[in-house]
């Protein structure tokens, strides 16, 4: 009998989310407001269960689960994310006649991040994927009535199902020269995949893959599209959530299963790793909607973390397990800033309603919305890595883990990528303190104004002390070494 107090916290989310749905047939829309809160306590639940399940290692299921560091970190990160969703989400749902499932999405999806994490047989990590994926499908086309949510919606599901089966066929390849699905016993046998000829064609159509749900260039193109059609907060949770998913399964796959392949796929990381910043950088620039341009921002960012494959060495994949969760709050936190700011356009009608995220439209925010334009002010210089927040932290040691592996040329690219990410940074928080506003000033809903302080103090905690969480980003390095 297996020992399912390891699964509390996916347990908690899985219920939660049942319950919401079930509960949520027999309650007005007036009275669903209660949904959100119950979706924020449950997260809450799962993520207490999960801090304090930290230092336990367990196998279950015939090795098909593994419950280590690293998926516990992971873990985390997907749920401070659903956290930080859930609670904004309580002012985005309101009097609304879906709620329930919305709610109800935003958990699956979490449930399944949170297996992948812990996923170690091939065939429980895709179905995982899947779990996850179609939630994340129906959350970006929520919207149905705005053709850019349908759209977006439409190019994310259609490249995903094309990745799912590319990554399907790559695993197929995997079982077919090692005779299993076990991430521990293809490690053992990856010398049977290395002399077969299809061992460099599996490797491609893994990375391919994963490269779609890491949102890596050339494999990024329904990432812009689906961050600035969705509904903000789902835009919040498939950037600093979903994409998380593909780097936990891609440490598994690669580093763990295999190992033998490294000089195969370090090259690939590495020349992904190089244009996705410098793509997603050199875009950003130019973009005048702040939704696309966060999303364009993400992609670079995508980038800086896949350099911990590109180095292979304990400091770098401490580094780029530790840049996730300071990007799930960096990250999370502005597409909530930019939900506010679409609120505030739309209840005040004013501004360009067609496009509310439009850059003008952050014109005065520091007058309009005080707290928002703060917050968002905190978010963005960390992810242009301004020293005593997260993302200065967890660029320090992932770029200096590449100096020391030898690496300069590739810590160099990343520091002009990053002051590069400057400018349209501090264009953004000209806009908003510098220019005259357009319009008069609003209060922040309370559940935004939560979920922007979560969100701000995790990027300030991680910055001004960094020891307790660069300490368990090692422990789970330590699984993949």
């Known amino acids: 009998m297996e ?25 007005s829309p007036r009275t669903k407001n209660v949904l959100g809160y119950l979706a924020t306590l449950g997260v809450l639940a799962a993520l207490v269960l999960t801090v304090r399940s930290f230092g336990t290692e367990a196998t279950m ?8 560091a690293l998926s516990q970190f992971f873990k985390l990160v997907f749920l401070v994310v659903s956290l930080i969703v859930s609670l904004a989400s309580i002012k985005y749902n309101e009097n609304s006649d879906h709620t329930e499932e919305f709610y109800a999405l935003v958990l699956f999806a979490t449930l399944g991040m949170m297996v ?13 994927f899947e779990l996850a994926s179609f939630a994340t499908y129906a959350l970006a086309g929520f919207e149905k009535q705005n053709p ?29 020269a090692t005779g299993t699905t076990s991430i521990p016993m293809i490690a053992e046998n990856v010398s049977l995949l290395a002399e077969s000829p299809i061992g460099i ?65 370090q090259f690939a990381f590495t020349i992904l790793a190089v244009v996705t910043m410098t793509f997603g950088n050199v875009v ?30 304990p400091m770098a994949l401490t580094g780029g397990i530790f840049y996730t969760l300071a990007h799930a709050f960096m990250k999370g936190g502005a597409f909530i800033a930019a939900a506010a700011v679409v609120w505030m356009i739309t209840t005040q009608r004013t501004g360009d309603l067609q496009v509310p995220d439009h850059l003008d439209n952050f014109r005065g925010l520091g007058k309009r919305m005080p707290l928002a334009a703060l917050c968002m ?4 210089f960390a992810l242009a890595g301004i020293p005593l927040t997260s993302g200065f932290m967890a660029k320090v040691v992932l770029f200096s883990s590449a100096i020391q592996a030898g690496m300069a040329w590739l810590a160099v690219i990343a520091i002009l990528n990053s002051a590069l990410s400057l400018f349209y940074y501090a264009r953004l928080v ?22 922007l302080l979560l969100a701000t103090a995790g990027v300030l905690v991680m910055g001004l002390w960094p020891e307790p969480f660069l300490q368990w980003a090692m422990e789970a390095a330590k699984v993949l070494i």
């Not at 949510?149 to 995903?160: D, H, N, Q, R, T």
């Open 3 to 27: 020992n399912l107090m390891f699964l509390a916290p996916e347990i908690a989310v899985a219920a939660t989310g049942l319950i919401i749905l079930l509960i949520g047939v027999f309650m």
């Open 61 to 68: 299921f015939s090795g098909t689960v593994s419950i280590d």
């Open 116 to 128: 992948v994490a812990s996923s170690n047989d091939f065939i429980l990590l895709f179905c995982a």
């Open 148 to 176: 850019g949510s349908l759209e977006g919606a439409m190019k994310y599901f259609i490249i995903g199902a094309v990745s799912s089966a590319l990554m399907l066929f790559g695993i197929s390849f995997v079982y077919g």
């Open 201 to 265: 064609v599996a490797v491609v159509l893994l990375i391919a893959g994963f490269g779609f749900k890491m949102a890596l260039v050339p494999f990024h193109m329904w990432a812009p599209d689906a961050y600035q059609g969705s509904p903000s907060v789902v835009s919040s949770l498939l950037s600093a959530g979903s994409k998380k998913m593909g780097f936990v399964a891609a440490f598994r796959v690669f580093i763990l299963a295999l190992a033998a392949l490294q000089p195969d796929w």
């Open 284 to 313: 950003a620039v130019s973009q005048t909607s702040v939704k696309r341009m966060l999303a364009y921002s993400s992609l670079a960012q995508a980038g800086y973390i896949a350099m911990a494959f590109a180095v292979m060495t």
């Open 377 to 380: 002010t905190v978010f963005v």
């Open 430 to 451: 000209r806009y908003m303190y510098f220019l005259p506003p357009e319009g008069k000033k609003i209060g922040l809903p309370f559940p935004y104004a939560a979920a």
